[in-house]
């Protein structure tokens, strides 16, 4: 892993911070895969700041693999992360494409799956997603990008909740990279 930040652990800190104070709530919420829980994480209130993008960005950077050439998630979660990191990506001098994935492709003009740059078949592509609970959106998006001839072995998230989310992606062969666990908000 090559570090870009000489902060990554500072950076690291803040983040969880902002995390703790904007996006963790205790509760009783049903999530997105049906489940219920006493633990909310919404991560677009850091996702959709400034510093928190850019600290997510710079941290993303920093887990990716350095083979990947382009990074892509399902849109509406992951299109501040996309966006932030290929932003990052550029300002440190390096080539990285970036693919949101349509939750339905559009009924109209091109009938587009996928937005973003045309990439060669067999390209690299590292999937982002703020928060894994069991995966079940992570994995439409990996599919989605494997029909499309693209090859995924990596998802990077903002938060592992540890509900399955990690063998369920290791039973598709991709490895899921996380900045913090649920077990950090605790």
Do not use: W
């Not at 911070?17 to 209130?45: A, R, V």
């Not at 001098?93 to 970036?98: H, Q």
């Amino acid at each position: 892993m090559d570090k870009f930040s000489d902060n990554y652990d500072l950076n690291k800190a803040k983040l969880l911070k902002q995390l703790i104070e904007k996006s963790y709530k205790k509760g009783n919420f049903t999530l997105s895969s049906g489940k219920k829980s006493s633990h909310y994480l919404n991560c677009k209130p850091v996702s959709l700041n400034g510093e928190g993008l850019s600290l997510i960005s710079e941290l993303f950077l920093d887990l990716k693999d350095s083979r990947s050439k382009a990074v892509a998630g399902l849109t509406l979660g992951a299109d501040p992360l996309v966006s932030g990191l290929i932003v990052k990506a550029a300002l440190n001098g390096l080539e990285l494409d970036g693919l949101i994935i349509r939750k339905e492709i559009k009924k109209y003009g091109t009938k587009a799956g996928i937005e973003g740059p045309i990439l060669e078949e067999g390209t690299l592509v590292t999937v982002l997603e703020d928060v894994v609970t069991t995966a079940g959106s992570v994995i439409k998006a990996i599919k989605k990008l494997r029909e499309n001839n693209y090859v995924v072995e990596e998802v990077l998230s903002i938060v592992d909740r540890q509900e399955g989310g990690l063998e369920a992606l290791e039973d598709e062969n991709v490895k899921l990279k996380s900045l913090f666990t649920i077990k950090d908000f605790l």
